[in-house]
């Protein structure tokens, strides 16, 4: 697939992706929707993303399995918090490379459409990844299923930085699809070293 391969490519390519095995990352997450599930924002978190298998671990935050879902209700607990948290880094930091493991097909306006294979953890089953002209993945939209079917968001990314050869966007704003605000999530990457 012509535009799968130009975002790998543009995101650090293929070798160097698979000479890695952990990403640190120390950031700040923002947004309305943490104040909506009973949670203070922004917070800052510490995380060690394991690049080849879904597994992220923070500092301060509980522990988690990504193969064992939570049902997440109304009000979060901090292993739902977690959860989450885990699940959507390990997707950023892993796209567009995780989209390998999934049945994508190109849409007009430099699109792919990917369906997630059940057993990745991810937001959505079915979602949509808009490259911009270098090839980066400057768009994402899904439904957001924890917060609820009705929680369809765009995910824009900028301020792309590299390290240790990948390519990751350090700003992302989190809003409903087709809205410039409310910014539901925010996340700033302040720091990132692979190992």
Do not use: K
């Amino acid at each position: 697939m012509r535009l799968l391969d130009e975002a790998i490519a543009a995101h650090g390519g293929r070798e160097r992706f698979a000479a890695l095995e952990r990403l640190r990352l120390r950031l700040t997450v923002g947004g309305l929707a943490w104040p909506v599930r009973g949670m203070r924002a922004p917070f800052e978190l510490d995380a060690t993303v394991e690049l080849h298998r879904p597994a992220v671990a923070f500092a301060g935050l509980p522990e988690v399995d990504l193969a064992a879902r939570p049902r997440f209700g109304l009000r979060w607990s901090a292993y739902e918090q977690a959860w989450f948290c885990a699940m959507a880094l390990w997707n950023y930091t892993t796209l567009p490379w995780l989209l390998e493991r999934c049945e994508v097909e190109e849409l007009p306006g430099r699109r792919v459409r990917a369906r997630f294979p059940a057993g990745v953890p991810t937001h959505s089953p079915v979602q949509t990844f808009h490259l911009d002209d270098a090839g980066r993945i400057a768009r994402h939209d899904y439904t957001a299923t924890a917060f609820g079917r009705w929680a369809a968001a765009q995910h824009r990314s900028t301020d792309f930085q590299t390290f240790g050869g990948l390519v990751l966007a350090t700003r992302r704003r989190v809003t409903p699809r087709g809205l410039p605000l409310p910014v539901l999530v925010s996340i700033a990457v302040h720091d990132g070293e692979v190992c």
